[in-house]
């Protein structure tokens, strides 16, 4: 892999993690990379670095272009380990003049590195830098997705260095958008909006007004993951509007486990009851679904409907994993039912309806419980509470 000049003397001089698969608990099944860029100016500037075990493949494509002592600003637009893994070791072979970074960048560096003595210079959104011919805005976006992250904006090229924001999870030999097949580029940045950013969907709403206010012209998204937006940086932006507003599709998430496979007759025929009304439904079992794809798919949904058999007075543990994975990136306006069969006791059931009322989804009706194996009559009763749900969807 070589480095790619993304605008002139702009680099992409990242790494490219074909091996990875677990990104703490989303499955990044088909890899990712780590971008970082490289700005060659009257003085030069490196912009975030990457993951600790991609040191060898960043240092080989920063030589290719520079001998590093010769650069002069290192800019860390987030510290979390993928972007900041290598920033000791490279510290050590720049000794640059400044490290940019914003107020929380500093106190979240020296909580990373314990490094006082590093020659930090903090900034905040509309100071900028001049390069020479480019000048670098910044702009903070705290808790996008951590409190220290900040775009960078280089406006001569109208160029946003986006930091996480607009990144997709994807190990490509390609770096931009118009190389890819489209659908699945956006599969992915759906994929990483849902499982990164969604619980900060209304700061993202105040950004995207902020960006507009801020009057930047941008042509160019380069992302700390995946592919650069070189052609359809507005269809990005435009998507992340529509997802940050969580306004749902007539889609359900039918989400379950399943012991002795009465749970899952009972899925089927609440499946065929939501389908009379023509509603998108997607049958999701854990044991067969991760729980990023999941999630990934109640982006869009107005319904969810949990299902688990009763075990040791609760659920089974692929819903208990579900439900704090959800829970911790907060949907907003869905609407919920549950289902579940049962040997003696059968908790689960309300289990899942507390579960749902905590996390503030409307459940639109009790639920339905069958001992052991559902009759012809209970799998009647899954199919109405089907098209209860899919009635409820669809009148929305
Ligand atoms: Fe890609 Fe928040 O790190």
């Known amino acids: 892999m070589e480095t790619t000049e993304i605008k002139e003397n702009v680099h992409w001089i990242g790494a490219v993690d074909w091996n990875v698969r677990d990104f703490h608990g989303y499955s990044v099944w088909k890899g990712t990379t780590y971008n970082a860029y490289l700005v060659m100016d009257e003085k030069v500037a490196l912009f975030d670095t990457v993951k600790k075990t991609s040191m060898a493949e960043f240092r080989k494509h920063l030589s290719q272009l520079i001998d590093p002592p010769k650069i002069d600003y290192i800019i860390v637009n987030h510290v979390e380990m993928d972007h900041s893994g290598c920033l000791p070791e490279i510290m050590e072979l720049v000794k640059p003049e400044k490290l940019i970074c914003s107020l929380m960048g500093k106190k979240a560096l020296l909580d990373h590195f314990h490094r006082e003595d590093w020659p930090y210079e903090v900034v905040k959104t509309g100071q900028s830098i001049n390069l020479g011919k480019k000048t670098v805005e910044f702009i903070e976006t705290r808790m996008l997705h951590w409190p220290d992250s900040m775009f960078s904006y280089i406006k001569e090229d109208g160029l946003l260095i986006s930091s996480d924001a607009f990144g997709q999870h994807w190990a490509t030999s390609q770096r931009f958008d118009d190389e ?158 549950a289902f579940g069969s049962f040997g003696w006791s059968g908790e689960a059931v309300g289990v899942l309806n507390k579960a749902m009322e905590d996390m503030k989804i409307e459940v639109i009706d009790p639920g339905v419980k069958v001992k052991n194996v559902p009759t012809e009559d209970q799998l009647k009763e899954c199919y109405a509470l089907g098209s209860k749900i899919g009635q409820a969807i669809t009148s929305a």
């Open 180 to 337: 890819v097949d489209g659908p699945e580029l956006m599969a992915h940045a759906a994929k990483y909006y849902a499982n990164i950013l969604l619980l900060y969907s209304p700061l993202v709403q105040k950004l995207l007004t902020k960006v507009q206010e801020l009057g930047l012209e941008i042509n160019m998204i380069a992302p700390d993951h995946g592919l650069i937006w070189r052609t359809s940086p507005d269809k990005i932006i435009a998507a992340y509007d529509k997802w940050s507003k969580q306004e749902p599709l007539d889609k359900a998430v039918i989400i379950y486990d399943t012991m002795w496979h009465s749970t899952e007759q009972m899925a089927r025929a609440i499946y065929d009851g939501l389908l009379i009304h023509g509603v998108n439904v997607k049958l999701m079992n854990l044991r067969v679904n991760h729980r990023s794809d999941v999630m990934t798919e109640l982006l869009d949904a107005k319904a969810v409907i949990f299902g688990s058999p009763t075990l040791n007075n609760g659920i089974l543990p692929r819903l208990a994993d579900i439900l704090a994975y959800i829970k911790g990136l907060k949907p907003k306006n869905k609407i919920g039912a």
